[in-house]
Structure formats: C-alpha cells, structure tokens
C-alpha cells in the first residue's frame, strides 16, 4: 500500500514550463573580430592574388571556421526548465548533461545589460545550495522576464511539494553573541 499523499503524487508529473539556449548575441565582439580578421586577410591577400591565382584567399577559412565553431557550440547549450528541475545540455561532439533540482535554488538575479536590453535579452544567475553546481549563470536569454516567473513559480512549488524550506542563519563571529 501506497504511504504517498494522492494530492501530491498527482503534483509530481514533471511538464516542460521553457526550453531555450543563449542567444548569438552575446559573441558579439567575437563574431565582429572575425569578420575583422576576414576583411584584413582578403585585403592582404588581394596583392600575392594577382601572381598566385588566389591561393591566399584560402586563409579566409580561419576566421569561417572560427566562427562557425563558437556559433555551433553556442546553439549546442541548451536549457530546459521542467517542473522539478533546470536541465543544461552542453556539447559539440561530446554530450554533458548537468541537472540542477528546482528546490535545491537558493536565490536568482535577472539583469538586463544596455545592450541586451535593446535586443530583448537579458541574463539570469542562479545561487544554489548544489554541490556540483553552486552557481548558475544563464546569458543572453530571451524573454528573461517570463523565464524568471516561470522559474519562480516553479522553485515554490516544488519546495512546497517536498516539504523543503530554506533557513538563513547569520554569520557569527567567534565569542560574538548574536543580535
């Protein structure tokens, strides 16, 4: 015979609230060097281009392929917000799963940077009590707001549905009573 409240077993199904990855947005400078770098190496190459037939353009693969690395990995990240947990999936070629339970998040801080602001993106930190995963920053997330109250929500119901409740003790120091 079942010991498990029926009321809370029906709140444990675990549903998707978000899924999204960071947005391009934040290489930005990086992706701006390399069409810096490619600028510079066509314009280097367009004088040896006229005696070698253009083998010195062959160079512009090095800013493509650097790119297209930080791109790939960058689209390769992504979160998944469900009901009891926020699941990073990072990895080109090799594949790292890292989970992070909802109850176990201390606090969270959104920001939205002028410039991430202007684009409708903004970062979300994580502080948790995890061992692994102490802190948690996701950058240039789009619609951060919705994300935040999904993850707020989220956080209070599952501490509810475990019975977990956080307790700030204050730092004493050594002979110090507390106040």
């Not at 009321?7 to 947005?23: I, Y």
């Not at 070698?52 to 297209?68: C, E, N, Q, S």
Request: aromatic fraction near 10%; glycine fraction near 6%; hydrophobic fraction near 45%.
């Amino acid at each position: 015979m079942s010991t498990e409240d029926p009321s809370n077993a029906a709140s444990a199904v675990e549903t998707a609230l978000w899924s999204g990855h960071t947005s391009q947005w934040v290489h930005f400078w990086y992706y701006f060097l390399c069409i810096l770098l490619a600028v510079g190496i066509a314009f280097a190459a367009t004088i040896p281009a006229l005696f070698t037939g253009g083998l010195a353009y062959l160079a512009l693969i090095i800013p493509a392929v650097m790119w297209l690395v930080r791109w790939w990995a960058t689209k390769c990240t992504t979160y998944a917000l469900t009901t009891q947990r926020l699941r990073i999936t990072s990895g080109i070629l090799s594949k790292k799963v890292d989970e992070l339970e909802l109850f176990r998040v201390r606090d969270y801080t959104m920001d939205q940077p002028f410039l991430l602001r202007l684009v409708g993106l903004g970062n979300l930190t994580l502080i948790t009590s995890d061992a692994t995963t102490p802190t948690l920053a996701m950058r240039a997330i789009p619609g951060i707001e919705s994300v935040r109250e999904k993850l707020r929500t989220a956080v209070q119901t599952e501490r509810d549905r475990k019975r977990v409740r956080q307790m700030d003790v204050d730092n004493v120091e050594d002979g110090a009573a507390p106040h």
